[in-house]
């Protein structure tokens, strides 16, 4: 699920290496003098200007892109994935917060395993970002007319919600925050892992107590059983 934007096509072109090294001055000087540059995208992934900068980190880039050059926010790349997945992905807070503002869909799926922006910063453990993706759901005129309880406990292509990704990775602060804001602590999946696992179980596969007394404090329940059979998390310590 991971992703390099620092890849053979960013080191080749200019463009993409001014964005990637947070040139801001190179990147204007290369756009006044060929503006078409503006909707290059790198050869493999098709990342565009936006996708780099968010990737990155590169706000003062981003800010650019997204004020003097009206790029849309939430332009997707070879994998459907948007600036916003890529900022969640790599923990750029500011970005993700940037891209918020803006008005980037938080409901948007890639076509790799059909996850959110909310997935990804489950999935790699950046708090800073969930939360930010978490409050603009509130707020959010899309994420209004789904439901915010039904946003939290979104489900990727697998099944999985982003408590189920946070619960087999070790993200311990990131359970703590989905159950604060409504994740249901004993939704089965479908494909993800054994079908029928509860983030209980996946939290006790990825060995991680730290999330499974979390689980278990919002009222995981212990004895459900997955479709390979285990029930409660001391399976899973049986050496």
Known sequence: M????????????????????GELETLISLLET??????????HTRDSALHFAAAHGHIEILSLLLERYAI?????????QTPLMLAAMHGKISCVQKLVEV????????????RTCLHYAAYYGHSDCLK?????????PIAVSWGYARFVNIRDGKGATPLHLAARRRRAECVHILLQNGALACASTCRYGFPGSTALHLAARGGSLDCIRELLA????????????????????IS
Do not use: M
């Open 2 to 21: 991971g992703q390099r934007l620092s890849c053979r096509a960013g080191h080749e072109n200019g463009f993409f290496r001014a964005i990637e090294l």
């Open 103 to 114: 008005g980037a869909n938080i409901l948007l799926f890639d076509s790799v395993g059909r």
């Open 72 to 80: 849309n926010p939430d332009e997707a790349n070879g994998k459907k």
């Open 132 to 140: 930010a993706i978490l409050s603009a759901a509130h707020s959010s």
């Open 34 to 43: 060929n503006p078409s540059l503006i909707h290059q995208t790198s050869p």
């Open 218 to 237: 919002w009222g995981a329940d212990r004895l459900h059983t997955d479709s390979a059979g285990y029930g409660h998390a001391s399976h899973f310590f």
